[in-house]
């Protein structure tokens, strides 16, 4: 089993910007694909932004020149800079890796972690 742990959420202004981070725990497994999902109430969950294991990167439309997604493979990481934060990005932000475990292909979610920004 894969475990993973969102930090970095919170209130911000807008204009402003945050840093979510996800780490993940368990073991004997592999990543493929990390990404960053969110979804704001009443809204289905969209994709903010993904990296795949080669390092290619793909944005929502709306977070594209604004948002930053990386991936640090040896510590299992993925990473969300988020600048010139609007109102619009508040919503829970949801990490997701698509791993090996035990020769088993699976998606992985994170808890979840709220980033609000004030207008």
């Known amino acids: 089993q894969v475990q993973l742990v969102e930090s970095g959420g919170g209130l911000v202004q807008a204009g402003g910007s945050l840093r979510l981070s996800c780490a993940a725990s368990g073991s004997r497994f592999s990543i493929n694909a990390m990404a960053w999902y969110r979804q704001a109430p009443g809204k289905q969950r969209e994709l903010v932004a993904v990296?795949?294991?080669?390092?290619?990167?793909s944005y929502g439309d709306s977070v594209k020149g604004r948002f930053a997604i990386s991936r640090d493979n040896a510590k299992n990481t993925v990473s969300l800079q988020m600048n010139r934060l609007k109102s619009e990005d508040t919503a829970v932000y949801y990490c997701?890796?698509?791993?090996?475990?035990?020769?088993?292909?699976?998606?992985?979610w994170g808890q979840g972690t709220q980033v609000t920004v004030s207008s």
């Open positions: 990296i795949n294991s080669g390092g290619s990167t």
């Open positions: 997701y890796y698509y791993c090996n475990v035990g020769g088993t292909w699976r998606d992985y």
